[in-house]
């Protein structure tokens, strides 16, 4: 029972940071039609940021909070100088954000080396539940991501900004004919999208260690969620991040680990391969 609880849990937790990932990837994706190949790249400098802050001598939460604004800021510079220009050429902006993150990435490897540096969780200790202990931090990992979510989700469905991004979505000409400028909804939805990789890597670094791959296995993860949830729409891609993160945290229990992982992409592609579309295919962001 003690062991089950806690593979529940550590399931859970895993699978609220792979939708927070997936939350900045789909919107890009469905709102833009274009894979971020540097998605993860913002991930990793989302725990830098953290890292950098609280190795100056401020607490890890100072880090957390400035992470999402850094990252996002990087993010909109990118997209005003580089991302924008290859909107119309789909297979030319993934090849452009992939040597974006490379860039990003060898940077902070140039920084840090191969070193794997670890940063403090910002709530220590444990709740004892049903006689076993759970960390705070990753509770506070899946409260964060549900308040996120549900954030997000009413920015795009209540908001006058989420009726233009939804406008600019179904169809951008129309949206331009309307007086919707759709080059400014792109540079804010593509920072907003960054600025939750960033979050995302604030959150996760005191978990998983700051190394210069860090990145790399949420973006692998979360092109998978998205593929697999469906683009065109808010619940898709964050459904495809709860299947993959279960899959990911889930399987590893009953099988090695690098089976595991083969099987999640064995099953991921085998869905897609039969329902295209993904788990929810309706166009209703």
Known sequence: MESALNAIFE?????????????????????????????????????????????????????????????????????????????????????????????????????????YISVPEPIVGSLIVGGVQLSKWRLAIVIITALVMVGSYLLLTRTSFGLRVRAALENPSLARASGISTDAIYAVTFTFGAALAGLAGALVVPVFSLFADVGMRFLILGFLAVMLGGIGTFEGPVAGGAVIGVMSAALPWAVAPVLADVLVFVIAIVFVKFRPGGLIAVRRL
């Open 11 to 115: 399931v859970l937790s895993f699978g609220a940071i792979i939708v927070l990932v997936v939350l900045g990837l789909g919107i890009i994706a469905s709102m833009m039609g274009i894979f971020n190949f540097a998605h993860g790249e913002f991930v990793l400098l989302g725990a830098y940021t953290t890292y950098l802050v609280n190795g100056a001598g401020l607490p890890v939460w100072a880090g957390m909070l400035a992470a999402p604004v850094v990252v996002a800021a990087c993010g909109f510079v990118l997209e005003r100088l580089v991302i924008r220009r290859f909107y119309a050429a789909p297979v030319a902006a993934m090849l452009g954000t992939y040597a974006l993150g490379l860039v990003i990435r060898e940077s902070v490897r140039g920084l840090i080396g191969g070193l």
